[in-house]
């Protein structure tokens, strides 16, 4: 988010968009960063793009691994459980992270 040390601004431009105050850049971890409005910036995006790819492979491995257990003569029910758990879990935080990613615009 903005922080007031980073300071403002104005861009002097025409029409609708004359004295616009908006966030200065700032650097951050090497990466510069600009905030706006709630949307993600590019390195937060970026962040969150890799660990979206991160966790939906995770979730494949666990759906192989669930699929394997089941499958096998000596079936674990409860091991079986807890990762099907442990799947609904990585279901929703990659539901969360493409919520961020791709906010739900009303019309």
Same mark, same amino acid.
């Given at each position: 988010?903005?922080? &007031?040390? $980073? ?7 025409? %029409? @609708? ?12 971890? %090497? ?8 949307? &993600?910036?590019?390195?937060?995006? $970026? ?18 691994? /669930? ?5 096998? &003569? ?14 609904? @879990? ?9 919520? $961020?990613?791709? &906010?739900? /615009?009303?019309?």
């Amino acid at each position: 988010m903005f922080r &007031p040390e $980073q300071g403002f601004r104005t861009l002097a431009a025409t %029409g @609708a968009e004359r004295d616009t105050v908006v966030p200065i850049m700032a650097a951050e971890s %090497g990466r510069m960063r600009i905030e706006a409005a709630g949307w &993600p910036m590019a390195a937060e995006e $970026q962040d969150l793009r890799a660990e979206l790819a991160k966790l939906k492979e995770e979730h494949r491995d666990l759906d192989t691994a /669930i699929d394997a257990l089941e499958n096998s &003569p000596s079936r674990d029910n409860l091991q079986i459980k807890r990762l099907k758990k442990k799947k609904l @879990a990585l279901k929703d935080r990659i539901a969360q992270i493409e919520d $961020q990613l791709l &906010p739900d /615009i009303i019309a």
